[in-house]
């Protein structure tokens, strides 16, 4: 009688990983972390995780690639970052959750495509939800080390699934700064799977580093639930007034299409990309890993023959090489880690002392710090000299640093720019249900509107914020802030002066998402 061949047996549970022990470490005292690719032990690695001492510029810039449980493009967003001159790494998820492997010893932290989890209750929904509630052996949540993560200046970039798990997490859009969900992504109208390619607009408004330079891309799209869908006319509007719909799907001339294919899903606002409001967390659903070179496309011969001094690099490569570059700048500038706030180029925000010196935020002890009396007036923090926390107390500067900006915040109160004057006829009185206070002091800067029991920041940039160096003072300055625990809008004088009306909109529903968030909270 023949022998039947032996089967294994799919009752039988999966093969355990190998993390319930601490990593082993070579001679050298390198970490030997296994790079899971799936579950299966056969596509394990023990290759260390590389040193970070005695690296070169193009490889100071290090990419975290996630994958696991389903995710499948991993290898080609390395290639991308190899190509681009970083130093990837990827591994298995379950290598950060179990604390193998901390997210924070990376500069940009990447979520690839594929089908984490099958889809089986939605595009990207299990993952997220890992993501929001699976605590780490520290006790806290990954989403806890991603809000961190972006809060310490770096970088999260989310393609197709990758995309829909930062959507169903909150981290995109994040109008509000709460981080739920605000926006959806679901079924193709077409009601089927689309592998097509798609020409695509950058929207030139955008702030992210991703997009820097670039104004259109062509790019393959793979996927079956890439439909954004916007519940509301406030979150639209929101959303075009801060320009976070950073990429539109475009027909052949070049405009903004919902036509099917060339808008492959439908999506509302043609959007095929979303930024979060600071441009570090960026999202989208065509595949620019998937495009590196000439030779991914499938006209490349005859667009070679057209042209041969055609580039052989692909359009998907250029994202890279921006953030890639980006980070590179920062490092080189200053290697020791985020930077703080750099002096103003403009003179404005951060003010010189009496004897001539800029002054800087005060980063030698953020946790302690002497309060300043409102506006030069008597009341809490005049004449005292207990320290208060900053959780308890973010809204401070030091006696010294009041002195020194209390006639700068009067002068500017005096002398506004229009668009600052027309903000502030909406914003005053109470008109939004807040008080906000203009040319306020926080720690070594002034801000343009804030509401201190809201803990909101609204800033009104005019055009010396174009200049070069401003946007190094204004990332520090922002990261400042939201060290503080303040959230920063940020605005044009043209949006305030022709658009006035979207932004009061967008500042309206960001106060309605913080009010319900500490609603939430007061109830939990």
């Known amino acids: 009688m023949e022998e039947k061949p032996l089967m294994p047996d799919l009752n039988a549970p999966p093969h355990q990983q190998r993390d319930a022990m601490p990593p082993r470490q070579d001679a050298d005292g390198n970490f030997l972390v296994p790079g899971y690719k799936s579950v299966d032990v056969g596509h394990e690695t023990t290759e260390p995780l590389k040193s970070t001492e005695e690296k070169t ?3 100071k810039v290090k990419a975290l690639i996630l994958t696991g449980f389903g995710i499948n493009c991993e290898e080609e967003f390395a290639a991308a970052y190899r190509l681009a001159g970083a130093a990837p790494t990827i591994v298995h998820l379950n290598q950060v959750l179990h604390g193998h492997v901390s997210i924070h010893d990376f500069d940009i932290l990447n979520f690839p495509g594929g089908f984490s989890f099958g889809d089986d209750l939605g595009s990207g929904v299990v993952l997220a939800n890992k993501l929001r509630y699976r605590q780490t052996p520290t006790g806290r949540t990954l989403l806890d080390d991603i ?7 770096k970088f999260v970039l989310g393609i197709c699934n990758g995309f829909q798990v930062l959507v169903k997490l909150g981290l995109l859009p994040n109008l509000g700064g709460a981080v739920t969900p605000e926006v959806t992504l679901t079924h193709n109208a077409s009601g089927r799977y689309e592998d097509r390619w798609v020409r695509l607009r950058v929207n030139p408004e955008s702030n992210t580093p ?21 519940p509301d006319a406030a979150t639209r509007e929101a959303l075009v007034a801060q320009h976070l719909n950073c990429l539109t799907y475009t027909d052949f001339a070049g405009g903004p299409t919902d036509v099917y294919p ?14 979060d409001p600071t441009g570090q967390v960026f999202g989208l659903m065509p595949h620019p890993e998937a495009f590196l070179s000439l030779y991914n496309h499938p006209e490349w011969t005859r667009r070679k023959r057209l042209n041969p001094a055609l580039s052989e690099e692909g359009d998907g490569l250029r994202i890279f090489r921006n953030i890639v570059e980006h980070v590179e700048q920062a490092l080189v500038a200053l290697p020791d880690g985020p930077h703080p706030p750099a002096p103003s180029p403009a003179g404005r925000g951060s003010q010189p002392s009496a004897d001539g010196q800029q002054t800087e935020p005060n980063s030698a002890n953020t946790s302690s710090r002497q309060a300043p009396p409102p506006h030069g007036g008597g009341g809490r923090g005049v004449g005292s000299t207990e320290s208060r926390s900053i959780a308890g107390d973010v809204f401070t500067t030091t006696p010294q640093q009041w002195q020194t900006l209390k006639e700068y915040g009067r002068n500017m109160r005096k002398q506004p720019t229009e668009a600052e004057k027309l903000l502030w006829e909406e914003l005053r009185g109470q008109k939004l249900g807040v008080k906000f206070r203009r040319q306020h002091a926080i720690d070594a800067y002034i801000v343009d509107f804030v509401t201190i029991p809201d803990q909101l920041v609204v800033e009104v940039d005019g055009a010396v914020h174009a200049e070069a160096g ?24 043209q949006q305030v002066e022709n658009q006035l009306d979207e932004v009061v909109s967008a500042i309206r529903k960001h106060l309605t998402q ?6 939430l909270r007061s109830n939990s």
């Open 210 to 230: 991703f997009l820097k330079g670039m104004d259109t891309l062509e790019v393959p799209v793979r996927h079956g639930e890439g439909r954004l869908v916007i």
């Open 262 to 275: 060339q808008n492959p899903n439908g999506a509302d606002l043609n959007c095929a990309g979303l930024t």
């Open 514 to 519: 913080i009010n319900q968030t500490k609603h």
């Open 147 to 153: 809000k961190q993560f972006i809060a310490d200046g």
């Open 57 to 59: 510029r193009s490889q």
């Open 470 to 493: 401003q946007a190094e003072y204004d990332a520090g300055r922002t990261f400042t802030l939201q060290e503080f625990g303040y959230q920063v809008l940020r605005f044009t004088n």
